[in-house]
């Protein structure tokens, strides 16, 4: 009973402790609140909020990570609440429905008088620009995919670097990279999946990891493939109202990339997790196993392949389209928005401008967690990461010679993802036809219309 | 003649006894509407208070972040078109009937088994176990066991047939998976539920049923099963609901994938409520919920008579 008492009064005088350090906050000191949902990305900005702090004395900066699963929730309850962080990472995909119920502060105010100069970013600004026209986000980073394989399994089915590099593809026969998955694939008895007497139902290594995704946006899958003919999400690329899955060249490509996962080159969907809220091995750990040979991932993976023990891992662009020489990727960039409900709009500004500054950028952009959207901050952490043996010169190629463009903002994105995923789960899968992509396109332009 | 005079002597003595207690009663009044108040506030508070918060959101269009707006009957016309509710309902009745009768008949044949063999406490607590787990960490559990590539159930299925089952991937095995976590979970509470009823049951009936020639199995489907009816009833009435209202063990292995396939009406709701913040669809989803457990219970209970015993 006594003890229960003493923990009693400690919490007490530690709650009063902490409300004497609140109490002290003006308009140049406090505490600001920050959001993210990477771990890596927590700690990389860890080092700008211990700069920012000795720059401005009085000035606490409080990064706070929740997993992302459970982020978005917690963010909006924080909205209703209250009591939701100042500033924050968001996502595209929920954009609208922030900037729609007015919890993120428009920055065009704060951007011209404190003459901020956008411009300096090379990507990423345009995504965070809402239908009302105004800026509400400075970007965070930039991401873009890229083909990893296994340098002994291409070593082994004889095959160079230069080979991946070049590969050429088309939603007909698959190019060269067909061949080359093919010729990757191995089942338990070490025949190749162009040999003959191949078993596709005991396969040991595939030659290309997933491209059969239920992700609507094909981020890091087929959508590096199919925007390579020219291919667009939607009508138009900000806001669209109507998304291209009745495309004959999405159908093709589709069809396309279903038949490596029956031809056993490609796993199956669902293979490789447990459920969807499990996935219980990583991509690049089935690249660390053996179990696929090479497979399109992130950029923001980069650096977790190439620290792969006993495995080396090369990184290759992605592939070159029908006409044999255009490549295309989207590339995706989260965005830094200020809570409308902010108490220190201008202090939380100053945070977030300084963290869309050069300085910063290239400092957390050494981990290698993130691409800075600015062009220097990006070389220096290039170089950076460089130094730990993590070639990053494929998406910095990538970054100037044009072969990104921006991925989409649209409306309703947890709408669309919960529509259209069983969707193309359902077409992978085998247990739709070709029917599903009109079905698709209509519902996916219902939930694009809707009023949030 | 004793009795007589017993009677009056006794007689004058109970009007005063009753009106003493009559005014012990109403002297105890406030102390008793103060020892419940905490259960009446808590239940305005936690229980009534969102009930008919609830039932007036799901007339609005409500995305948290602005005031819910009247929209009459629209949310209602929006459910009677919507494939996915009609499809989340069906998935939820098809994981209700999976747990309800294997639970059921799982749980009956443990406790009788108990209760012929063994009165051992060790016993009946290592079968109980499983239901003092939380589900989380019971999905979390049994999703890495079915684990298509790294999970010990695969590892001998792929011994054993030379292929793994993808438990949560594919959309027909699903449910049934999720069937089982629920009945693995709750088996051990049920089971010792009915070992209680069992125990109520006079030895003396058996004897009469072995005299009379019964064998094992008539004794168990003539006795033992119509005089467990009230636990059983209450067995039964208490799973349909819980597995109604499944939640937790979705949300950590499938969120309701492969396709839909495992998309329990909890879940959907949820999806609705918390990633696509339109609560107002979400509290009417609720509400036709609520509506179906109440008719539900009612019938069970009208229809097998729980409130009638054939002991006495």
């Known amino acids: ?452 | 003649m004793v009795t007589a005079t017993q009677e009056t002597t006794t007689l004058p003595v109970a009007p005063v006894a009753t009106a003493r207690r009559r005014r012990i009663r109403r002297g105890h009044l406030p102390l008793a509407l103060l020892m419940i108040t905490p259960a009446v506030i808590g239940f305005l508070v936690f229980f009534a208070y969102p009930t008919v918060q609830g039932v007036y959101y799901s007339f609005t269009d409500f995305h948290v972040l602005s005031a819910p707006n009247w929209v009459g009957l629209d949310n209602f016309r929006e459910l009677l078109a919507d494939d996915v509710f009609w499809r989340s309902l069906w998935v939820t009745v098809y994981f209700v009937l999976l747990s309800v009768f294997f639970g059921i008949v799982i749980s009956l044949i443990t406790a009788v088994i108990m209760h012929r063999l063994t009165r051992s406490t060790v016993i009946r607590g290592l079968i109980l176990l499983p239901f003092l787990i939380s589900g989380v960490v019971a999905a979390m559990t049994w999703s890495w066991m079915m684990d298509p590539g790294l999970g010990i159930i695969n590892s001998l299925l792929v011994e054993l047939t030379g292929h793994p089952l993808l438990f949560f991937g594919d959309s027909s095995l699903a449910v049934p998976s999720l069937a089982a976590i629920s009945v693995w979970k709750s088996m051990g509470y049920n089971a010792i539920l009915i070992f209680a009823g069992l125990q109520t049951i006079p030895g003396t009936i058996y004897e009469a049923g072995r005299v009379d020639g019964a064998t094992e199995f008539q004794m168990f489907r003539r006795l033992t099963v119509p005089l467990l009816r009230n636990i059983l009833v209450m067995v039964v009435i208490l799973t349909v609901i819980g597995s109604f209202q499944v939640f937790d063990i979705v949300q950590v292995t499938t969120k309701g994938g492969p396709q839909n396939a495992s998309l329990v009406l909890q879940m959907y709701i949820y999806n609705k409520a918390f990633t696509q913040f339109d609560f107002g669809y979400a509290a009417t989803m609720s509400l036709a919920l609520f509506a179906m457990l109440i008719a539900i219970t009612f019938t069970q209970l009208k229809m097998t008579r729980a409130g009638e015993s054939d002991l006495n």
């Open chain 1, 1 to 452: 009973m006594r003890k229960l008492l003493a923990a009693a009064l400690a919490s007490a005088s530690v709650v009063a402790l902490s409300a004497c350090g609140s109490s002290g906050s003006g308009a140049s000191s406090g505490t600001i609140n920050w959001w993210t949902w990477d771990d890596k990305q927590a700690a990389a900005y860890q080092s700008c909020a211990t700069a920012f702090e000795k720059a401005n004395p009085g000035v606490t900066v409080k990064i706070s990570q929740y997993a992302v699963d459970s982020y978005f929730t917690k963010l909006t309850a924080g909205f209703v609440a209250g009591d939701a962080p100042d500033a924050f990472q968001n996502s595209v995909q929920f954009f609208q429905a922030y900037a729609s119920q007015h919890q993120l502060l428009p920055l065009d105010d704060l951007i011209s008088k404190n003459n901020f100069d956008l411009k300096k970013f090379s990507v990423g600004v345009d995504a965070w620009k809402f239908t009302d026209g105004k800026q509400y986000a400075l970007p965070l980073d930039w991401a873009a995919s890229a083909i990893y394989y296994n340098t002994d399994a291409i070593t082994k089915a004889g095959y160079t670097p230069a080979d991946v590099a070049n590969l050429n593809w088309n939603p007909d026969n698959g190019g060269t990279f067909d061949k080359m998955v093919a010729h990757l694939t191995v089942d338990a008895s070490g025949k190749r999946g162009d040999e003959p007497g191949f078993d596709k139902s005991k396969v040991a290594t595939y030659g290309m990891g997933q491209l059969a995704a239920k992700d609507f946006i094909g981020q890091t899958t087929w959508n590096s493939f199919v925007s390579t003919t020219g291919w667009r999400q939607g009508d138009k690329n900000q806001w669209p109202t109507k998304f291209n899955y009745d495309d004959p060249n999405f159908v093709k490509t589709m069809k396309y990339v279903k038949s490596l996962t029956d031809r056993g080159f490609a796993p199956k969907i669902n293979t490789f997790s447990a459920g969807e809220g499990t996935a219980t091995i990583s991509d690049v750990d089935l690249m660390g196993t053996n179990k696929i040979a090479m497979e399109t991932a992130g950029s923001w993976e980069a650096a977790t392949f190439a620290k792969l023990p006993g495995v080396k891992v090369g990184i290759a662009p992605t592939v070159e389209g029908p006409d044999g020489k255009t490549r295309s990727d989207m590339s995706n960039s989260n965005g830094n928005n200020i809570w409308a409900g902010t108490k220190n709009p201008d202090l939380t500004w100053k945070w977030v401008s300084y963290m869309g500054s050069q300085e910063c950028q290239a400092t957390a952009g050494a981990s290698g967690s993130f691409f800075p959207s600015i062009p220097a901050a990006m070389d220096s952490a290039a170089a950076a990461v460089g130094k730990q043996g993590v070639d990053l010169s494929v998406f910095t190629k990538a970054l100037k010679d044009g072969s990104l463009y921006g991925a989409p903002a649209y409306a309703n994105g947890a709408d669309l993802q919960q529509t259209l995923e069983p969707l193309f789960e359902a077409y992978f899968s085998g247990s739709r036809g070709d029917d599903v992509f009109a079905e698709m396109t209509t519902k996916a332009q219902t939930i694009l219309n809707k009023k949030g």
